[in-house]
């Protein structure tokens, strides 16, 4: 489905939910700050990269580890009326935004830690709001994770004070390397 099509949708449902009506001209940036809401199409993105890495990390026997890692024959077509673009091939878009190949961010998602937090936090918007909550939950994350590796305590710093997600996961790669 169209992304400007689901994000037209959310932003008509928070403006139905809050009582603001077309004529009272209220920017969508004030309506996230009053709701605190990230995009949807950056929720349904992060929920797409969460399960690629479940699946990145699962035995490599697994029928779906193996449908994720192996391409299509030459000659597989999709059959008539399916959509032309896979979920691969979305999955693939997803990590352009990182500049991650396909087996790159395989290798990434096996340190379930750090691909949880460039999958869940790293795709929300850059507005003051969602800053902020996206520090917070990261800081709740490395209490649970309970970080030890200095390595790792330095990468999630380092994601905790930039602002842009792709230097900070540039940045994370380097460092994990």
């Known amino acids: 489905m169209d992304p400007r099509r689901i994000d037209a949708l959310d932003k008509w449902c928070l403006r139905t939910l809050l009582g603001i009506k077309w004529h009272q001209f209220v920017r969508i940036e004030e309506v996230r700050r009053i709701t605190k809401q990230p995009n949807l199409t950056a929720i349904i993105q992060s929920r797409r990269l969460s399960i690629f890495g479940h699946m990145a990390r699962m035995d490599d026997d697994t029928d779906a580890k193996m449908i994720l890692m192996v391409p299509p024959p030459a000659n597989w ?101």
Not at 78 to 106: H, K, M
């Open 77 to 177: 077509k999709r059959p008539p009326g399916r959509p032309s673009i896979t979920w691969l091939n979305t999955i693939q878009r997803d990590l352009r935004v990182y500049n991650l190949t396909l087996n790159e961010a395989v290798d990434l998602a096996q340190n379930c830690p750090l691909w949880r937090l460039m999958s869940t936090y790293g795709l929300c918007t850059p507005s003051g709001a969602c800053q902020k909550r996206r520090r917070m939950l990261m800081k709740q994350e490395m209490m649970r994770w309970q970080w030890h590796q200095l390595d790792d305590m330095h990468i999630i710093c380092t994601l905790l004070q930039t602002d842009n997600h792709v230097s900070a996961l540039t940045l994370l790669l380097r460092d994990c390397q």
